[in-house]
T-cell receptor, first 115, second 109 residues
């Protein structure tokens, strides 16, 4: 089973709203990732959690706040977003951060529109 | 800096063979991935190469030459469902994935 699930599938929010994106995997992976992807561009890394600790924050604005409640769950809390934050948000997981087993498996993504 | 180059777009005919090239210059190398991504969907894993040579997996094969900083993805017996973007990504010395911009493959009947 190489499934990563994400909810919701689509989200429309205003600039003053607070919302959360959720990601779950049950593959026993210890690394989880948030990516942002704009149309016709590659995924852009936002955050990496390794063993439930934030290991990489790619200078993401504070209006995006990640949370890893346990090894299977990853959340992305959104607050005061801008229209340019509209994108596909992808969650991924991998067995570990290093070595040949670092294949990342992606969830289906959340299509976010900020009005 | 780190750089990965792929053609922006390619067109091929159903039933034919197509080769998508990827060249890279990165700080260190710990493997190269190919992912397939249909429009509006998540990337799905196709292959991983860390040693030189050809890895075959059904209709898809991936080749790596570390000395040349070069890889290709070979798709045989093309089907309409192969129309997608193909992303090359290199694992650098910090074990971070560096992504190419992707190659949009259009299959014509």
């Amino acid at each position: 089973d190489t499934e990563v699930t994400q909810t919701p599938k689509h989200l429309v929010m205003g600039m003053t709203n607070k919302k959360s994106l959720k990601c779950e995997q049950h593959m026993g992976h210890r690394a989880m990732y948030w990516y942002k992807q704009k149309a016709k561009k590659p995924p852009e890394l936002m955050f990496v959690y390794s063993y439930e600790k934030l290991s990489i924050n790619e200078s993401v604005p504070s209006r995006f706040s990640p949370e890893c409640p346990n090894s299977s769950l990853l959340n992305l809390h959104l607050h005061a977003l801008q229209p340019e934050d509209s994108a596909l948000y992808l969650c991924a997981s991998s067995q570990d951060r290093q070595g040949a087993t670092d294949t990342q498996y992606f969830g289906p993504g959340t299509r976010l529109t900020v009005l | 800096g780190q750089n990965i180059d792929q053609p922006t777009e390619m067109t091929a005919t159903e039933g034919a063979i197509v080769q998508i090239n990827c060249t890279y210059q990165t700080s260190g190398f710990n493997g190269l991935f190919w992912y397939q991504q249909h429009a509006g969907e998540a990337p799905t894993f196709l292959s991983y190469n860390v040693l030189d040579g050809l890895e075959e997996k059904g209709r898809f094969s991936s080749f790596l030459s570390r000395s040349k900083g070069y890889s290709y993805l070979l798709l045989k017996e093309l089907q309409m469902k192969d129309s997608a973007s193909y992303l090359c990504a290199v694992v650098d010395s910090n074990y971070q994935l560096i992504w190419g911009a992707g190659t949009k493959l259009i299959i014509k009947p």
